[in-house]
């Protein structure tokens, strides 16, 4: 049977995102995708020009993933400055034990699209996480911050010969991403220290496993909704 435009969409995504977490970025290609799918190269890229739009609709679910753990952590009481250090913390240490998480991330932070749509949605969140320390603030502002945070967050899993310890990296970088926040001294090192006596190894695993079952549901339920959608069309 053809399949509908709507649902080799989704189908595209769904297989795309088995292979970004079972294989890596670096090794999934669309003639990949179009093989395990039945399709040729060309549907693939009928509907996302590169990988990197592929890759886009992930970082797009990270987004939704992130807003959720955010809001988890501090409905258990966790302050949102360190919410935001514990999700840092969470994928360098993710990046320095998985492959396929670095690949991940790495190519995030390489794509300008995803790079983009993160500094949007950070921007959002550092508004209402922020909103005291950064009164007054305009949108240029929180802009020119989180190119500088990006940055910052990209420096605690970027590659590098140097020895430097990995809570020292991240450490640095949630120091110097509060302080852009106008944090206070005293507060930042409260929250950074509260993060680094947590279990990052086990965070980090659970956190990532998490953010894996959440993106593969969320496609299911997409395709999902795609297939009802044309069903009833046809009825």
Not at 137 to 144: I, K, L, R
Not at 163 to 189: C, F, H, W
């Amino acid at each position: 049977m053809a399949r509908a435009g709507t649902t080799t969409k989704y189908e595209i995504i769904q297989a795309a995102s088995e292979f970004f977490f079972t294989e890596g970025i670096s090794n999934t290609s669309p003639r990949m995708i179009a093989e395990k799918l039945g399709l040729s190269t060309g549907n693939i890229t009928y509907y996302f020009k590169s990988k990197e739009h592929l890759l886009l609709t992930v970082v797009e679910e990270l987004c939704s993933f992130q807003w959720r753990m955010l809001e988890a952590e501090i409905d258990k009481g966790i302050g949102s400055a360190a919410s935001v250090c514990l999700e840092t913390m969470t994928v360098a240490v993710a990046c320095a034990e998985s492959r396929i998480a670095r690949d991940f991330f790495i190519a995030t932070f390489q794509s300008e699209l995803c790079r983009n749509h993160l500094r949007q949605d950070h921007v959002d969140r550092a508004k209402k996480i922020f909103a005291a320390e950064c009164s007054g603030w305009t949108d240029e502002q929180f802009h020119q911050a989180e190119l500088l945070i990006m940055g910052l967050q990209y420096s605690a899993i970027a590659p590098t010969d140097a020895n430097i310890p990995l809570k020292m990296r991240i450490s640095g970088a949630l120091n110097q991403i509060l302080s852009i926040y106008n944090v206070d001294a005293e507060t930042r090192q409260k929250e950074i220290q509260k993060i680094l006596d947590k279990d990052c190894r086990n965070i980090s695993k659970r956190v990532m496993a998490a953010f894996t079952d959440f993106v593969q549901k969320k496609n299911a339920e997409m395709l999902h909704e795609a297939q009802d959608v044309l069903s009833k069309k046809d009825a």
